[in-house]
């Protein structure tokens, strides 16, 4: 069946008006991992020269709605987790999304903080922290790993508690700590070998960065750094003038 012939509308360029029809494709008739149609069948459905499709395409890859793979065509894209930018867990941003969350723990143990982190925490020098490094998951899929500090005299037996749950949940109930605010910088580097295995991505893959030190009033308590896969997280704000 032929598909929708684009035609010149006053001053919508045939390369919008097809990425829309497209985006209408990737979001609501096809699922992530389906072929989109080919360059040439996208030429012939809607009438539009190769020029005109491959601008759309390039398109839709720039905004992640798509993924090109040498050789075998254009795909829709894994859906990105969009969180908002506001003060939660990693377990209440994931229940918010309607979405799993997972943990595993890949180490929990004492050792002296690096410089950042004993800065951050405020400790004095030769004081012990511990340092738990945890893979986070929703519905199943890996999403960001997480390496935090916490000081060993401010939280003892750490160690004893469930690190798959609610970290900040457990720093309020058994700890009386309750997480109020955060300071937090976002930026994006390449993935370490380590970090990309964990993440099922390539090694210098882009990820999301993460530095956080979260403080139950005027105390800090936390000082954690993540990386996430930016091909599945998205953060979302909203801007004013105030």
Do not use: K, N
């Given at each position: 069946m032929a598909g929708q012939q684009i035609v010149t509308k006053g001053m919508v360029p045939k390369h919008a008006q097809l990425r829309a029809i497209l985006v209408d494709m990737c979001t609501n008739q096809l699922s992530p991992g389906d072929a989109l149609p080919s360059e040439r069948q996208l030429c012939i459905d809607h009438g539009v020269s190769r020029v005109t499709v491959r601008e759309a395409l390039s398109q839709l890859v720039s905004e992640g709605l798509a993924v090109r793979v040498h050789g075998r065509g254009t795909f829709v894209a894994e859906r990105a987790y969009r969180s908002e930018l506001r003060l939660a867990s990693f377990h209440e941003d994931m229940r918010r999304l309607g979405l799993e969350p997972g943990t595993v723990v890949l180490s929990i143990g004492q050792d002296a903080?690096?410089?950042?982190?004993?800065?951050?925490?405020?400790?004095?020098?030769?004081?012990?922290?511990?340092?738990?490094?945890?893979?986070?998951?929703?519905?199943?899929?890996?999403?960001?790993?997480?390496?935090?500090?916490?000081?060993?005299?401010?939280?003892?037996?750490?160690?004893?508690?469930?690190?798959?749950?609610?970290?900040?949940?457990?720093?309020?109930?058994?700890?009386?700590?309750?997480?109020?605010?955060?300071?937090?910088?976002?930026?994006?580097?390449?993935?370490?070998?380590?970090?990309?295995?964990?993440?099922?991505?390539?090694?210098?893959?882009?990820?999301?960065?993460?530095?956080?030190?979260?403080?139950?009033?005027?105390?800090?308590?936390?000082?954690?750094?993540?990386?996430?896969?930016?091909?599945?997280?998205?953060?979302?704000?909203?801007?004013?003038?105030?």
């Open positions: 903080p690096p410089p950042a982190s004993a800065t951050a925490l405020q400790m004095a020098e030769g004081q012990q922290a511990w340092h738990v490094r945890r893979l986070r998951l929703a519905d199943a899929t890996p999403i960001s790993v997480e390496d935090a500090w916490y000081s060993a005299d401010t939280l003892p037996e750490l160690d004893s508690v469930d690190f798959t749950a609610s970290i900040y949940d457990t720093l309020a109930t058994r700890f009386g700590h309750p997480i109020s605010r955060a300071e937090q910088t976002v930026g994006a580097g390449p993935a370490s070998s380590e970090t990309a295995a964990l993440l099922g991505v390539r090694t210098g893959t882009a990820v999301m960065t993460f530095d956080r030190i979260a403080y139950s009033g005027e105390q800090p308590i936390e000082h954690a750094f993540s990386w996430f896969r930016a091909d599945r997280y998205q953060l979302h704000m909203t801007l004013t003038d105030r």
